[in-house]
């Protein structure tokens, strides 16, 4: 099992998902949330449904769709190590995997990333906007590892009010030298272990 608790009904499987407003999200929250009226989402990214694409996720069986290019590279990544190291994605557990969804309406603030293809939910199913439902211990190691990797570039829903295990969204603005820096590292037979200090031998 992915979560603390058994999954009741059906999985909504895998592919990109809508959601509805709620009453929960403050109305300062739902103005920012609604940044598509100026054409970019909440993380400064354009709404453009020509810039998204379908990608499959390494390893898996699954295919999310995202905004192409470097955002894409560091969402996969993310998504790949999910797969392998906390739960597949492929199997409709949990929810799967949901990204770019044009119908979507915002709840909260980062949920209007998904509209430029810049977020990605992982077992949203399982993990839902504002849920009780938390990663085990040693899943949000691998969450904390992953978010190493991408060096500041990608924002997990965890951190985030009201948290969201399964989200994740790309932090980095359009054209920073960091997301191109990370996304170099991160392409798939590309990828190497990040720097870390020497030791110096007393």
């Given amino acids: 099992m992915i979560s603390r608790r058994v999954l009741l009904g ?38 453009d449904p020509a810039a998204i694409g379908v ?3 390494e390893g898996s069986t699954a295919s999310v769709a995202l905004r192409h290019g470097l955002t894409a590279v560091v ?8 797969h392998y190291e906390i739960g597949p994605v492929d199997t409709g557990e949990g929810g799967g995997v949901a990204g770019y969804a044009a119908d979507r ?3 909260i603030a980062f ?12 077992h949203p199913a399982a993990f839902p906007l504002g849920g ?7 899943q ?16 997990w829903g965890g951190d985030l009010s009201p948290a969201t295990a399964s989200h994740f969204h790309v932090t980095a603005r359009p054209g920073g030298r960091a997301l191109t820096r990370v996304a170099a590292r991160l392409r798939p037979g590309v990828h190497v272990a990040r720097r870390t200090p020497a030791v110096v031998a007393g």
Avoid: K, Q
């Fill in 55 to 57: 990608h499959r996720i």
């Fill in 132 to 138: 009780s439902e938390s990663l085990w211990p040693h």
């Fill in 10 to 47: 059906g999985a909504v499987g895998t592919g990109v998902f809508a959601l509805t407003p709620t009453g929960a999200a403050h109305a300062t929250d739902v103005a920012e949330a609604r940044n598509e009226i100026h054409g970019v989402s909440a993380n400064g990214w354009r709404i």
């Fill in 105 to 107: 309406a915002a709840r």
């Fill in 140 to 155: 949000e190691a691998v969450v904390r590892d992953i978010l190493a990797d991408c060096e500041g570039t990608v924002a």
């Fill in 111 to 122: 949920e209007s990333n998904y509209l430029s293809g810049t977020a990605i939910a992982l």
């Fill in 75 to 82: 969402l996969l990544h993310v998504a790949r190590r999910w």
